[in-house]
Every structure is written in structure tokens, then in C-alpha cells.
């Protein structure tokens, strides 16, 4: 076996074309999530249009300047090698700026005016966690893990690099960022609605599996700019998933 192996040749790898990647999606069977993100896009795109919400030359080209200074992209060349290395095309990169900015301003155009009298009609399931999260797929191993926690013989931050099945939470070390409850699964949120700074609750059974997650913190209730937003996608998300379940209803 391992002769066979060594005299093994293996020549350069050329890169995937469109058509193997788009077979690797169908046959991983990750091509229904990819053409569900696109129909939102041609949704947003098709309602926008309707609605006669544009937006200037002025605008598209600041959001492309902020959006290289997010990724520290500060002359011309490193933008074109990061391009190369993410295999976009220069006019598709600028048309996903587009798209960006023309939901930003539909959720503007829908919910800007009601934004601030929906958080407070419903402050409570907008209350902010900073939280960490395992996710596995069996009880045994949750059960596991959180007897280890338990113990303090190991960290959250460790076992999730080595458990998660999440990919955010295993690449970022179990952390989920600052989220609303209102984001969350309900089951999670029946959970760790009481729970306190530091606490441990889990495992939690939901459709992805089973979580345990960590409450980080506890932020204050605050109708700040990033929560105006989180209220507003939050909106957008419901009025989105309602008007394509009414479409494909029909």
C-alpha cells in the first residue's frame, strides 16, 4: 500500500471550472441554499424596481471604497488579487455592491418609520446577548462536552475548535457575536431567555442539532443605531419570508 502510494505522481490541479463547482453544490447538496439566496436577490431586485427605489453613482461608489477599507484593500492592485483570489469578476463584485445598497434602502423604504415604535412594542425580544455556542449533531457527545465545561478541566473556546459543527462557531472559537433573542430559534430562546452573564445552559435540541452556548454578556436595552438595525432586519426577514411563501402559495 504505502509503495503504491509513494509512487504516486500527481500533477498540478487545475482550478474547478464553473460547471464542476456548480456539480459539487448539486451533489453536496448545497445548490437549493445557494438558489434560495439568489431568488431573494431577484426578489429584491424585481420589488425595487417596482418601486422606483435608485440609487446615484455617488452612493455606489462609496460603498465600494468602504467596502475595500473593510478588508484593507487600499490601492487598485490588491484589489484586483483579492478579486482574483475570490475568482469574481470585477462587474459581478460591483453588481453584489448594488444589490447591497438597494435592500438597505428597501428596508428603509418598509420599516424606517415604524422601526422605533416596534422596539418598543416588543423591547423585550430585542434584548442583546453576547453569546458562544457548540454545535454537534448527538446528545452522548453535547452530554459530554458539557460535563467537561462542568469540570473546568477544559475551555469553551478549545472545545469548540475541536467539537463544533457550526462553522462560524468552530472557526471563531464557539463565539456568535452580539445577538438579539428575536434572531435566535425559539427553542434556544425558551432556554436562555433568564439565563445570567457566564451561565451555561445546554444541551438544547433544535432542527441543527444540539447547543450549548455560553451567555458572554448581557447588554443593555438601547435603541442604538446597530439595534435600530437589528430591529429592522428582523422586519424585513418576516416580511420577506411571508411574501415568498404568498408567491410560491399561489
Known sequence: MQEKLDQLTLLPIPPASDAEILAYLRRSAKLAEIAALAEQDLLILTICKQLEITISDTEWQAAGDAFRLERQLWGTGETLAWLK??????????QGIRVALLEKKLKEYLFGKIVDAAYVSNHYNYRRLALSQILVFDLKTAENIVAKLLAGGDSFCALAWEYS???????????MGIRCLIELLPEIVAVIADAQEGELRGPIQTKL???ILRIERLLPLELNQLVREQVMEALFTVWLQNLQNNSHNK
Not at 483570489?85 to 460591483?94: G, L, P, Y
Not at 457550526?166 to 464557539?174: A, T
Open 85 to 94: 483570489q475570490q475568482r469574481i469578476r470585477i462587474q459581478d463584485w460591483s
Open 165 to 175: 459543527q457550526g462553522k462560524s462557531s468552530h472557526e471563531n472559537g464557539g463565539f
Open 209 to 211: 442539532g444540539y447547543h
